[in-house]
């Protein structure tokens, strides 16, 4: 199956050259050229352990890889990896599931895509008989960047840059990244926000696209965020092995419908449950999750996107995110793959900071999706409410998901069982988490992690732990308007040794 941009029908590409490229040149997001045709029969899945589902679903989608190549991709990313075998446990927690995303190294659901991105690079690389470094450019809300690194360090072929906000990350998120080690690593601060970070590493993209500025230099530039098409298709996967798990445990009939709650920030998470959706799995309702900023809600809601309000930094900061990127995948599909129509509203939001769809397009949307948002006060309070009446600790941005799961259900009075999707570890955000089970606030965030685990008895992930005094090694900052200037700088250095 071809690939192609949301933004033009002229080009179409390889799923190889896809993954490699990361964003079209037009600035347009990589697609399937027709997911209608993918064969794939989701009953199948029931039955089959997660790694099998995950063959299943990445042979379906990139179908340029040979039944080896995806097996040995898919063992090598998650194999052992993982807290367990299932990769991504679905639990029941009062009414509704926890599908919980957050058992791999760094604590985090990013972990599911980025342990298969970098498999699915270097295969890419040696398909296309790439000798160029693939160096990989990543901005992040705080837990992309540690899965990337993870993943990418030390990898042959390939070199990664992460920014991230100078003050939008937690502390563990912060600790977690700069004191990444490997030969192949840059860990930089930016002066801004997450939005910031996203629009510069876009900037650089097009800067070096549009001016040649790397030929001859024996590099050529990749992205691990969600734009990237490589890392939203193993994202598909979880929506299946949580559907199997429920037919598996008798939970539900095969056939039957099910609500998934997703708490959501640059659309990729959610995005991978429409593309599931769309692949047969029987879903009733996507459940679009938001914190205070609540630029999602307000779209499916009344059809108007409108990225031009106040920011909050709020105490689940891998949501703070304005401009969701893959927004814009989903509504390529809602307008029946029309990228004429695509490119205007994608101007019009980067002229103008906001596009109205017509009635016909929402009605299509909210046909499928649902949203609603949560702020950070009700945050803390569902935290310890779900605590005290389940026993279960939940992070600040699965609460977000679990307070409109709550919301949904009054609402719209859903008969199909609701799965929220949990996207991390609670220790990744110990002081909200701490204080809304009643733990005193310290700025010792490894007393923190003991008292919490001393009160819940939930077992802190080995690799948190290990990050008690370990040395920041990544000490750069940038404006964020000197970005480009920074990476040309750094990929000029011969040694990245740290
Ligand atoms: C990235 C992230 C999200 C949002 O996912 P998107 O795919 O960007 O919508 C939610 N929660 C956590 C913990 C995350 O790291």
């Known amino acids: 199956m071809l690939y192609k941009s949301t933004r033009n029908d002229k080009d179409y590409i390889t799923s190889p050259e ?6 079209a040149p037009d600035g347009g997001l990589y697609m399937p050229r027709d997911l209608s045709a993918v064969k794939f029969d989701y009953t199948k899945t029931v039955g089959k352990t997660a790694l099998q589902t995950a063959e299943y679903v990445m042979g379906a989608m990139f179908d340029d890889f040979s039944a080896e190549e995806i097996h040995n991709m898919v063992y090598a990313a998650y194999h052992g990896k993982f807290e367990t075998d299932e990769l991504t446990p679905t639990v029941p927690v009062g009414d509704n599931y926890v599908l919980e995303l957050f058992r791999g190294p760094t604590s985090a659901f990013k972990d599911v895509a980025l342990s298969m991105l970098p498999q699915l690079m270097t295969a890419s690389r040696k398909k296309l008989n790439v000798s160029d470094e693939t160096v990989i450019l990543t901005a992040t809300s705080g837990d ?31 600790a977690q990244m700069v004191t990444q080690e490997g030969n192949n690593v840059c860990v930089c601060a930016v002066k801004g926000n997450f939005d910031d970070a996203q629009t510069g590493v876009k900037k650089i993209f097009k800067a070096v696209t549009d001016n040649g500025l790397l030929k001859g230099k024996g590099a050529e530039l990749s992205s691990a965020n969600s734009i990237n098409i490589g890392r939203l298709v193993p994202q598909i996967v979880y929506y299946f092995t949580a559907y199997s798990s429920l037919v598996e445990s008798k939970k539900i009939n095969i056939g039957e419908k099910v609500n998934f709650v997703v708490p959501t920030g640059n659309f990729g998470d959610i995005l991978a449950g429409y593309f599931a959706k769309c692949l047969g799995l029987p879903v009733n309702k996507l459940v679009c999750a938001s914190n205070a900023n609540d630029v999602l809600t307000e779209f499916i809601n009344t059809g108007r996107y409108n990225r031009v309000r106040e920011f909050y930094k709020t ?12 927004l814009e995948r989903l509504l390529y599909l809602m307008l029946d793959c029309d990228s004429t129509r695509v490119a205007e509203y994608m101007e019009k939001l980067e002229k103008h900071g906001e596009y109205t769809v017509d009635a016909k397009t929402l009605e299509k949307i909210r046909s499928v999706f649902y949203a609603a948002s949560c702020d950070d006060e009700n945050t803390e309070k569902t935290i310890g409410s779900v605590y005290d ?22 609402a ?11 996207t991390a570890s609670p220790y990744k955000f ?21 008292e919490i685990n001393a009160k819940t008895g939930v077992a802190i992930p080995k ?24 990476v040309l700088g750094k990929i000029g250095e011969k040694q990245w040794n740290r």
């Open 463 to 486: 690799r948190l732990a290990e990050l008690k005094g370990k040395k920041a090694i990544h000490n750069d900052v940038t404006e964020k308007e000197k970005m480009l200037d920074f």
């Open 144 to 174: 992309t960047g540690k899965a990337a690194l993870e993943g990418f360090h030390d990898v042959d072929g390939t070199k990664i840059i992460v920014f991230y906000p100078e003050n939008g990350v937690s502390p563990i998120q912060k």
């Open 18 to 23: 896809a993954v490699l490229k990361g964003i």
């Open 412 to 422: 719209t009075k859903t008969d199909c069982p609701v799965i929220v999707l949990s």
């Open 430 to 450: 110990s002081h909200a988490v701490g204080t809304a089970i009643g733990i005193e606030d310290t700025a010792d965030e490894f007393r923190l992690m003991s």
């Open 389 to 410: 009446e389940y026993g279960y600790l939940c992070d600040t941005h699965t609460a977000v998901g679990w307070n409109v799961a709550e919301q949904f259900k009054k």
């Open 315 to 326: 105490v689940s900061p891998s949501m703070d995110i304005l401009v969701s990127s893959n």
